[in-house]
């Protein structure tokens, strides 16, 4: 008898429930020119292991109808001032306001309005040229680990926990803040990094989700992702090829050649370009379409003439590079061991893609200048759990198919093309049919047809 009461005092004790995050106090946010965003700061874990805490600033624009829910956006970057992103854009979020609260925030360690950014150099990083030798690339190495430890000092344990699954469980406290027991998540260009981790760790928490122009950090194999990235280059290489006048492809092929031998000057940016230079200069030059291809015919003529100069986006930052120091990147990306993992994945995306070969970011930029990084990448590329609700993506010529290969992993989702140039379609592009799908997808769970275009 007594074993029977105690069995059933079990069955009828209510389950401790977890602390519940404190309520977010809304007021005004320091944002110009959107009087109705408001801001709250919340105080998050700085690690699944750590007491410390940091705190983050959150904001959101509210239901202008019967709120029934919260969306998440995370516009990319993958730097801070989210929450000046969303002040300059909430007329894209007009429908998905009527019943949701549109909600971001200033991410962890960088400049923005949330607490405890590292004290770093987030400017421009030229991209190293590849090394000609193991003693290259451990100069290289050692470069890289000398910048990384300069901005790790000011705070190490961020440092070492500024990656996009750090970003994940942010968001994830958010949702709790909330009160909200799924989420639905935009992650646009590189928020797409953080909408996939955020998947992989909380699949239970996720009722949408929705990328744009995104990379695919969900495969199973990442070597192969940089051969089917290559070949999405050389697809955008083909139509400006086609595109061009006839010999086009071959008077390239020859410059980069020639290039490689002997980099060819740019006395205007006070530059030299090696055959990779020119190859993801070229690039950036095919990204804004057709209406400025012949800038490329006359930039590549000019060249075989001699001089380069045209090949130059500014006299101010003349070579390829990106900004933003690489602290995030450099801990959700694989990067090479030895000199020979380098020239191995070089040559192999030559023989692929050979006109634009290995010169995109993730398979030039990335790895030779997260080479030696003080911190390893704790968030590497893995697959999402395919338990997940069916996914919405978008994609341009110039990341349609990587943004596929995320959605397409998981059962029912669709994809919306663009056939055309740009990037980020919900948000930088506010291309008003994909506006349209999204808010409709995000408020009623409603996929648009397969095959959906968008002009």
Same mark, same amino acid.
């Given at each position: ?27 005004? @946010? ?8 408001? @801001? ?144 639905? &998540? ?22 949408? /989700? ?56 740019? =006395? ?14 070229? &690039? ?69 893609? =050979? ?14 200048? @997260? ?12 697959? /999402? ?25 998981? =059962? ?35 996929? =648009? ?7």
């Amino acid at each position: 008898m007594l074993k029977t009461l105690m069995a059933l005092a079990v069955l009828t004790t209510p389950v401790s429930a977890a602390t519940p995050q404190p309520a977010l106090q809304w007021s005004s @946010c320091p944002v110009a020119d959107a009087p109705e965003l408001q @801001c709250a700061d919340l105080p998050v874990a700085l690690s699944p292991k750590s007491d410390r805490k940091i705190t983050l600033k959150v904001a959101r624009l509210p239901a202008t109808g019967a709120k029934k829910g919260s969306v998440l956006v995370n516009f990319g970057g993958p730097q801070g001032y989210q929450i000046a992103s969303l002040g300059s854009r909430t007329k894209i979020f007009d429908r998905i306001r009527t019943s949701m609260d549109v909600v971001t925030w200033d991410p962890r360690g960088y400049p923005g309005l949330s607490g405890a950014a590292l004290q770093c150099d987030w400017g421009f990083v030229r991209t190293p040229a590849f090394p000609a030798d193991q003693a290259g690339f451990d100069r290289l190495a050692a470069a890289n680990k000398a910048r990384g430890d300069k901005c790790r000092t000011t705070d190490p344990e961020l440092f070492d926990h500024m990656d996009a699954a750090s970003d994940a469980r942010d968001a994830d406290a958010v949702r709790e803040a909330l009160g909200e027991d799924k989420m639905n &998540f935009l992650g646009l260009s590189y928020g797409g990094t953080i909408a996939q981790s955020y998947a992989r760790l909380f699949p239970q928490r996720v009722r949408t /989700m929705y990328v744009d122009g995104t990379g695919n950090h969900s495969p199973r194999d990442w070597g192969r992702e940089l051969g089917s990235i290559a070949r999405d280059n050389e697809r955008l290489m083909g139509r400006f090829l086609a595109w061009a006048p006839a010999g086009t492809e071959k008077r390239w092929r020859a410059l980069i050649a020639k290039a490689d031998r002997e980099p060819i000057p740019a =006395p205007k940016a006070e530059a030299r370009y090696d055959g990779t230079q020119l190859r993801s200069l070229a &690039f950036l030059k095919l990204r804004p379409g057709p209406t400025r291809w012949g800038d490329l015919v006359a930039a590549i003529t000019a060249a075989e003439a001699g001089d380069a100069s045209a090949f130059a986006l500014s006299s101010r930052q003349p070579y390829p590079g990106l900004p933003g120091g690489g602290v995030k990147e450099c801990l959700d990306f694989p990067r090479p061991a030895t000199q020979r993992d380098v020239a191995r994945t070089v040559k192999r995306l030559r023989a692929i893609a =050979p006109n634009l070969g290995a010169a995109f970011p993730l398979a030039w930029h990335l790895p030779l200048t @997260c080479a030696g990084w003080p911190t390893r990448a704790t968030n590497p590329p893995a697959p /999402m759990p395919r338990t997940l609700p069916p996914l919405l993506g978008a994609g341009t010529w110039q990341d349609y198919a990587s943004t596929r290969r995320v959605v397409e992993q998981i =059962p029912g989702s669709r994809m919306i093309e663009h056939d055309g140039p740009g990037h980020n379609l919900f948000g930088a592009m506010a291309n008003p049919c994909v506006i349209d799908h999204v808010s409709r997808y995000v408020t009623e769970r409603r996929l =648009p047809p397969r095959g959906t275009t968008c002009p």
